[in-house]
């Protein structure tokens, strides 16, 4: 009787927590979709701010965190495949192995704002790119990076040695191995885990504050060289900096309701990709 | 005189401390069908994968002794593996199609080998007939490898391995994942190769290794007990430990 009690108490407990849980992710979203689904509308997403950001849209600022994770991607994507590729098809075990994967594992652990005073000091003042949204997009690629390696390399590692096996003993060279069989085969699960990396990156503030994003820039951003708005930061600064808090309160939660639904978007072409992949095999 | 096809002399082979393989000295000859016997660890495996380099992979495995294909020699540090590899082709022990269509996991090793474009359907189409696929895929080689039975499977396999037109053909326990219906056409295929290849198969069947080969080497801890013609090593073994395997008295 004692031990149906405690078993019974123990789900309580179990369950209770995972309610408690949702229950907050559910408050939040009701709290940002509530106030900001009325701000949303087509207007919304493809004016430019007007009369000093109390009315109009976020189309820079959309356009500028596209530009930034097309950024991301194009640097972060084929670094990170070909590091990931080189530790665990090539290296062989060794001291030095286990020291790149520890500093890789690290890297993942800085803080975020510690990326963006490492992207003031490389791209926008060593290498002369200034603030820009070169240097906020090279800068959110190399906090990317360490995922994409972590994660492509465990989608490599799920795949059996027999397929590897198979191309070898036709004939085939490692490199013809790797690009024809072990890639194609773990391609869910690197693309799975670059859509996560990114889904995070496109929502990063801190790394971008001091490569280039901008308050307010008139028109669009149409060049590498040239600063941004970026949703994050645009958020912060509606509900933080800007002179008539309350009167732009609902354009910052109509923000807010964009940014997550763009991040949700990805999360859920992730999902769908890995319930794809797992119903194939 | 019989050709010696495929041959090891003084090969020692060793992971790292372990002593896998010790001295074996072994001819296989020209198209006869060779069974490696021999308890589980006894080494088998890792003899046949030393004929086509398969331990190049492997950063702890150390191989010393000659390994000869007629008379090259398959660890000279001149030779492409990649060659060595079409000239020595190797079937697993779990069917292993690569996650392309049928027909395409036929024509990839043609593709890496540079065989001239306009032979390649005719070639397909040959080596899935020697494999005694070809009736039962005909109307769909587009269809993704894996969709196929396990024992078609297996027999892509060797259809894969059989286009290259290789010497030598190395079979690790190809039956071993299949039921019987499947392993008697493996078999049947075997003995229908043997005309043009040389083959060299692990088995755990004693029974297949008294059907299918023309000699059988009884193998026990890293060493090669037993070589002799399949009927000899059977049912007048000269060594007490091959009696009492192929007895059934241990293994």
Known sequence: M??????????VLLVGSTCIVCLFLGIILFDIFSKGFSSVSWNFISQPPEQGMTKGGILPALIGTLWLTLITTLFAVPF????????NEYAKPSL????????????????????GLFGLALFVQGLRMG??????????????????????????????????????????????????????????????GIIL???????????????????????????????????????????????????????????????????FGLNLIAFYIRFKQRTQD | MDQIKLSAHSLNLSFGEKQILKNINIDFIKNQVISLIGPSGCGKSTLLRSFNRMHDLSPDAHVKGTLKLDNLDLYDKNISVTEIRKRIGMVFQKP?????????????????????????????EKALKESYLWDEVKDELKKPAVKLSGGQQQRLCIARTVVLRPE????????????????????????????????????????????????????????????????NVFKNPQQELTRNYVGGHFG
Not at chain 1, 132 to 143: D, E, P, R, Y
Not at chain 2, 97 to 110: A, C, Q, R, T
């Open chain 1, 96 to 115: 030095l192995t286990n020291i790149i994967r520890a500093s890789i594992r690290n890297l993942a652990g800085i803080p975020s704002i510690i990326y």
């Open chain 1, 197 to 263: 990396t990114l889904s995070r990156a496109a929502g990063e503030t801190a790394p971008i504050l001091f490569t280039g994003v901008a308050f307010y820039i008139n028109g669009l951003t149409s060049s590498l060289n040239q600063e941004f708005m970026a949703l994050p930061y645009h958020l912060y600064m509606l509900s933080t900096q800007h002179q008539s808090i309350q009167q732009v309160r609902p354009l910052a939660y109509g923000t807010a309701v964009v940014l997550i639904v763009l991040v």
């Open chain 1, 2 to 11: 004692k031990k149906k009690l405690t078993h019974f108490l123990n789900w």
């Open chain 2, 168 to 231: 030598v053909i190395l079979m690790d326990e190809p039956c071993s994942a299949l039921d019987p219906i499947s392993t008697g056409k493996i078999e049947e295929l075997i003995m229908s190769l043997k005309k043009d290849y040389t083959i060299v198969i692990v088995t755990h069947n004693m029974q297949q290794a008294q059907r299918i080969s023309d000699k059988v080497a009884f193998m026990y801890l890293g060493e090669v007990i037993e070589f002799d013609s399949t009927e």
């Open chain 2, 96 to 124: 292993n199609p690569l996650p392309k269509s049928i027909y395409e996991n036929l024509s990839y090793g043609l593709n890496i080998h540079e065989f001239p474009k306009n032979e390649i359907p005719d070639l397909i």
């Open chain 1, 80 to 87: 990170g495949i070909g590091c990931a590729v080189y530790l």
């Open chain 1, 131 to 192: 603030t820009s949204v070169l240097s906020a997009g090279l800068t959110l690629g190399l906090l990317s990076l360490p995922y994409i390696i972590t994660t492509t390399e465990e989608a490599l590692k799920r795949i059996p040695n027999s397929m590897r096996e198979a191309t070898l003993a036709l004939g085939a060279t490692q490199f013809e191995t790797i690009k024809d069989v072990v890639l194609p085969k773990a391609l869910p699960g690197i693309l799975t």
